[in-house]
């Protein structure tokens, strides 16, 4: 598979690599604010807060508790109709649907009852056996985290 650089993500965590192809044909603002996000260096640090097993991992809190967003504005919904399955990455948000800032999260089976009210915005092409390891908990106990998130096109 032919990865567009521009439109692909490479997290490294403390568990290994993932590889996220995005997907601004979906969501494009979404796509956008984490492809900004990544490049002022956001998610460099921050813990997987929120590990259910069956379900999914999110991350992207500044506090590492659910709580906190980035410095840039809330972004208005982009729901769309790709399934929420095994791989699928999503934005997390609060009751209101225009709530998503920085949190997302990666599904790690069929979520399907989320479909049409949550923003699915790329999926893991490379690494979801990485992303099967990270430690579960609703907190996490001594979470993993992401060690760097970047963009493919700026990677040396």
């Keep these: 598979m032919s990865l567009d650089p521009e439109n692909t993500l490479v997290m490294e965590t403390t568990k290994g690599k993932v590889v996220i192809k995005l997907r ?4 494009p603002n979404h796509v956008e604010r984490l492809k900004l996000l990544a490049r002022e260096g956001f998610y460099d640090g921050i ?10 991992a999110q991350v ?6 659910g709580t906190g967003g980035s410095k840039h ?3 208005a919904q982009e ?5 929420h399955v095994r791989g699928v990455c999503s934005m997390a948000r ?11 999260f990666i599904v790690f089976e069929d979520a399907r009852f989320l ?37 493919m096109a700026d990677v040396a």
């Design 24 to 27: 601004p044909d979906l969501a």
């Design 47 to 56: 813990v997987f807060h929120r590990v259910i097993d069956g379900f999914m």
């Design 60 to 65: 992207g809190c500044p506090h590492g508790t």
């Design 73 to 75: 504005p809330d972004l």
């Design 79 to 83: 729901f769309n109709a790709e399934p």
């Design 94 to 104: 609060s009751q209101n649907p225009n709530s998503a800032n920085s949190q997302f």
């Design 115 to 151: 479909d049409k009210q949550y923003t699915a915005w790329g999926n893991v092409v490379e690494g979801m056996e990485v992303v099967d390891t990270i430690k579960r908990g609703e907190p996490v106990r001594d979470p993993d985290s992401i060690v760097s998130m970047k963009v």
